[in-house]
């Protein structure tokens, strides 16, 4: 797999970003008053275009760095003890290093670890403070195991880059109920896949497709995959998942189809298939989808607000206004969510509720759904679902 490439002398961060600049006499007395102040005001301006520019780079390059860093250590292709430590970035002390392994590599991980893909797809490195960097870089795990295609996990270091090598001072999860952690920790690597090589090797292959934005050619593979191990759920339901936001809404409506097919219970499929018929302007096959998910599922809060967008089209009023209702009322937070029944209070003549929802969602989206002119922008009136 290629790698992100890295200076191999980022260790020694350079000094002023940008070096004061001289004026010479003979340049102060070329300018007259009027002048200077304007020549003063373009030289700034082209100094801080250096700066950034400047400051760009070094960022790129500690990214660069802990990205390469990253890989290497969550390689699983190559076991627990055959990795290979390049030095390159350390832990400030053992009890970081021991919380870190014992996260991303378990015990039971450290004999075969084939059934595992995982890469680094971004990393983002600023500068805290003099000699101190904040590296987040989100992960992507697929597993050949289990039914949920991929998971992801997002990890913040705080760096101090005035030590050789580098050392990694502390670590958090963006969202410490991430499961990626669970999951490694409950997963049983068997001596042998119960799946072909050749099919675990497509799913890897297709992993990496999708985490390069390959997404036809992901899609492609897993398809070899499944004609190959029928039964092989976790590639069936990464394919979906590329399918929903990926392909054009017909297509993935036939992926999920033939993904029901093999997983009938798995009741986000059904809400994921209504979306795509959504877009296709299907309201009678995606109120079913609706009816189905929300009888086996009926927290879903989205479920709702689909559901009530969908029974609007019927020119049902007041059962899309009550689902809406009790999607906000179940999600609260999603402040969003207030668009959706501002545009169905709308069409009720409701038009004092849907202001104050207008306001609620201006309030807290002021330019996603609202352009400068506070025009309404042209959005989807209801939420697409990954499987």
């Known amino acids: 797999m290629e790698r992100a490439a890295y200076d191999e002398d980022m260790l020694q961060l350079p000094g002023p970003l940008v070096r004061p600049a001289t004026l010479t006499l003979v340049t102060l007395l070329a300018l007259a008053p009027a002048g200077y102040f304007y020549g003063h005001a373009a030289f700034q301006s082209k100094a801080s275009a250096v700066k950034w520019e400047r400051r760009t780079e070094i960022e790129l390059k500690v990214a660069n760095r802990f990205h390469k860093w990253l890989y290497d250590e969550i390689d699983y292709s190559r076991g627990f003890k055959n990795r290979l430590v390049n030095g390159t970035v350390e832990f400030a002390n053992s009890n970081i290093r021991e919380q870190f392994e014992a996260e991303f590599w378990p015990h039971h991980l450290r004999?075969?670890?084939?059934?595992?893909?995982?890469?680094?797809?971004?990393?983002?490195?600023?500068?805290?403070?003099?000699?101190?960097?904040?590296?987040?870089?989100?992960?992507?795990?697929?597993?050949?195991?289990?039914?949920?295609?991929?998971?992801q996990d997002t990890i913040i270091f705080d760096v101090d880059l005035s030590a050789r090598p580098p050392k990694i001072l502390r670590y958090e999860h963006e969202y410490p109920e991430n499961n990626v952690r669970k999951f490694l920790a409950n997963l049983k690597i068997s001596e042998h896949s119960k799946y072909s090589s050749q099919s675990v090797s497509l799913f890897k292959k297709a992993a990496y497709e999708n985490f390069t934005n390959q997404y036809e050619a992901a899609v492609d593979d897993l398809s070899k995959a499944l004609l190959i191990e029928p039964t092989f759920k976790n590639a069936a339901v990464l394919r979906a998942k590329i399918a929903v936001m990926q392909l054009k809404p017909e297509l993935g409506e036939r992926i999920l189809t033939e993904t029901i097919t093999l997983l009938p219970n798995r009741w986000s499929l059904y809400r994921s298939r209504a979306s795509l018929r959504l877009d296709q302007g299907n309201y009678v096959d995606a109120l079913e989808d609706l009816n189905l998910s929300i009888k086996n599922e009926p927290a879903i809060a989205a479920n709702y607000l689909n559901r009530g967008y969908c029974l609007s089209r019927f020119g049902r009023h007041k059962e899309a206004l009550a689902d809406m209702d009790l999607a906000i009322k179940l999600e609260p937070k999603y402040k969003f969510f207030h668009f959706n029944r501002a545009l169905e209070r709308e069409a009720s003549g409701d038009v004092v509720g849907a202001f104050f929802d207008f306001v609620e969602v201006r309030q807290n989206y002021p330019g996603e759904y609202f352009d400068e002119n506070n025009q309404r922008r042209s959005v989807a009136p209801y939420v697409t679902f990954l499987p």
Do not use: H
């Not at 500068?127 to 949920?148: H, L």
């Open 111 to 151: 004999a075969d670890s084939s059934e595992i893909f995982a890469s680094p797809i971004s990393t983002d490195a600023v500068r805290k403070g003099k000699n101190i960097w904040k590296v987040s870089s989100t992960v992507s795990f697929a597993m050949v195991q289990g039914d949920e295609g991929y998971l």
